[in-house]
Each structure stands twice: as structure tokens, then as C-alpha cells.
């Protein structure tokens, strides 16, 4: 499916009291808009991913799979800041004709739900029947059902919170220190940070893993080794493998904008308060392994949320789980839809 470039030829408004002189947003679509306008799925991704869902959430969006362009207009945009087409830091900054790189700016969760917002708006749509997004995804979806929570029906907010917590900022500040210690990333280039990037990534996987993921998957075939470890190799891979799909700025950027995930920043009421204003029927996804964002804060979410039903999933690969266990997030959704026809508030049961 081929990415389209939305240009919104005007200076969007950043949260904290910036603007950028133009933004550019890549989306995918997916299947017909039908008739009656009631079955747009739209999609919000997670830190490094992009439009293309049908590509990195497989076995959940795809042409035989519960999400299908059969049934739905599936719609999925690339986060504010990425590096992936829509505006970010290797963008060209119109004001000086020059790509951004570490001097574009800060921004934050809610900016990326108003990029979304702009884009939906451009596209016609007034209503979505299902709001998805794990992770950042669901950070981002839950300011975006605050802006606008006529717009939405159902929301499905899988291992995700309502405010970031200490342990994710301390292991996203970790990573970025890992960045900037690249002194390469101070050249204010294409490839800039790159050995930093990698480091990084390698910090992160261990909160979207966990110890039994690492003892089920990379344990190494002999005893007898002192060096060259299936763990320590998987590692450089994984960095790697990221330095050739990404980018050190965007990385910075939108770890910092995880960081700033707060749906009570900037208000004069509490979480609970904040949460009861949702309107959407909503279905809470918790991994049981996940220790990056684990079960409670989903049980947090389900508690405070008007219409809610909570599902937890036995996951060996704890945060990544929500990319994985595509067989049993098909299974709870699918009983979301049924039993919440009849019972909003009633719980379901791991599958």
C-alpha cells in the first residue's frame, strides 16, 4: 500500500508555545469508507514504527485478519517527530532552509494527537468507529479521546498508561544519554548518532523484554563458552538493525514526548477525573510479563475509564507481547465487541 503525504500548508501550534512553519503527515488507508461512515479503524503506532500497519502488526491488520480492508477503511498515520515522512527532524525547517536535525522541537503527545486530528479533519472523517494503539500508540490515543471525545465509539488501549511513569523515564533517559555520548550526534547530519542509536536500542529491549524471554530465546547451545554469547550478539543485532531503519534525532525526540505523557499535565483536575471524561466504550489490553508498562497502570486505566473492560494476556515477551500475541489480542477484542453490546462494564478473562 502506498504512503500518501497530507500538506498542511500552515504553522501548527506546538503545546508549548512554538509552531512549526508547515507539517507534512504520511498516512496509509486501507479498504472503502463506507456509506453510513461507521467503519473507519484508526490506528496509532508505537515509538518506531510507521503508517504502513499492515506491516508490522500482522496476524491483527491484514487481508484475512480481524481488522481487513473488506470490512474496514483502516487508517494509520506516521507520528509527529518520526522519521518516516511526516514532519520531523530531518524535515527541511522553512524558516531556514536547512533540516532540523537536533534543533527541531520538543513535542509532546498531545501535539502528536492534534497532527492526528488536523489529518482527520482533512479527510473527512466524523466519526471512528475504533481507536487502537499499544504503547505510545495508546498514550497518543487517549489525549486524542480527550480532544475530541465525540468523534470516537470504541477505543482499544493496549499496554499503555495514563501518565508515564519514573522507571519508563529513567530507561528512556538512559537511552539518550546512550545517544549523545555518540559525539557524532553534535555534527548535525543524516547519520549523525548512529553508534549512540544503536546502544540505545539495545537499553530498550531489555524493558520490552524481560529475564524469561532472554532464558527461553538465547540460551546458548554449549557450556563451555567464555565470549561471542547468543545474548550479547542478539543485542548488537537488534541495534543495528534499527540504525539501518531510523534515525538518532527522531529516537530523542519522541522518547522525550513519551516522557511528557501526562492526560492530568496542565489541569485542574485529577487522573480519575480526567479519565471519567471519555466517552468511548473501551477495552484495556494489559500483558502480564510487560515490566516496561506493567499490568497496573492498565488496571488504572479500566478502573477510571466510564466504559471499560479490561483484558490481560499471558505473554512470554513482555512489552513486545502487544506486537506478538496477535491469536489472542483477535480473540479478546473480538469478545469485546460481543460483550459489550450487553455489559460495558463486565471483565473479561485472559484468553
Request: with cysteine.
Amino acid at each position: 500500500m502506498n504512503t500518501t503525504i497530507f500538506k498542511y500548508n500552515k504553522r501548527f501550534s506546538l503545546e508549548n508555545g512554538l509552531s512549526l512553519p508547515n507539517l507534512e503527515i504520511a498516512y496509509n488507508t486501507y479498504g472503502t469508507l463506507n456509506k453510513e461512515k461507521n467503519n473507519v479503524i484508526w490506528v496509532c503506532h508505537a515509538l518506531t514504527a510507521n503508517s504502513d500497519v499492515f506491516d508490522w502488526w500482522k496476524g491483527l491488520f491484514g487481508e484475512e485478519d480481524l481488522f481487513n480492508p473488506k470490512d474496514h477503511f483502516i487508517v494509520c498515520a506516521n507520528n509527529l517527530g518520526s522519521c518516516y515522512g511526516t514532519t520531523g527532524p530531518l524535515s527541511i525547517n522553512l524558516d531556514s532552509q536547512q533540516p532540523w536535525y537536533s534543533y527541531f522541537p520538543q513535542v509532546t503527545i498531545r501535539d502528536m494527537a492534534n497532527a492526528l486530528n488536523v489529518l482527520r479533519l482533512h479527510l473527512g472523517i466524523d466519526k471512528i468507529h475504533t481507536i487502537i494503539g499499544g504503547s505510545l500508540g495508546g498514550q497518543i490515543a487517549q489525549e486524542w479521546l480527550l480532544k475530541e471525545p465525540a468523534v470516537f465509539e470504541h477505543a482499544i488501549l493496549i499496554a499503555t498508561n495514563a501518565k508515564h511513569s519514573p522507571w519508563g523515564i529513567a530507561f528512556n533517559e538512559s537511552q539518550r544519554l546512550a545517544v549523545k555520548a555518540d559525539r557524532t550526534y553534535f555534527s548535525n547530519s543524516e547519520d549523525g548518532g548512529q553508534k549512540g542509536l544503536q546502544a540505545a536500542r539495545s537499553i530498550a529491549l531489555l524493558s520490552y523484554r524481560n529475564y524469561n524471554t532472554y532464558n527461553a530465546t538465547q540460551q546458548d547451545g554449549s557450556e563451555n563458552k567464555s565470549t561471542d554469547f547468543s545474548a550479547a550478539s542478539y543485542q548488537r543485532y537488534q541495534g543495528e538493525k534499527l540504525v539501518n531503519r531510523f534515525n538518532a534525532y527522531s529516537y530523542v525526540r519522541l522518547s522525550e514526548a513519551m516522557d511528557s505523557h501526562n492526560v492530568a499535565r496542565n489541569k485542574d483536575q485529577t487522573h480519575e477525573e480526567i479519565l471519567n471524561q471519555v466517552k468511548a466504550k473501551t477495552l484495556v489490553i494489559s500483558l502480564s510479563s510487560d515490566v516496561l508498562f506493567p499490568v497496573i497502570e492498565q488496571q488504572f486505566l479500566s478502573k477510571h475509564l466510564p466504559s471499560s473492560v479490561y483484558a490481560e494476556i499471558d505473554s512470554l515477551y513482555g512489552h513486545d507481547g502487544f506486537l506478538i500475541e496477535t491469536k489472542q489480542l483477535t480473540d479478546v477484542i473480538r469478545s469485546f465487541y460481543n460483550e459489550n453490546k450487553t455489559s460495558p462494564k463486565s471483565k473479561l478473562t485472559a484468553v
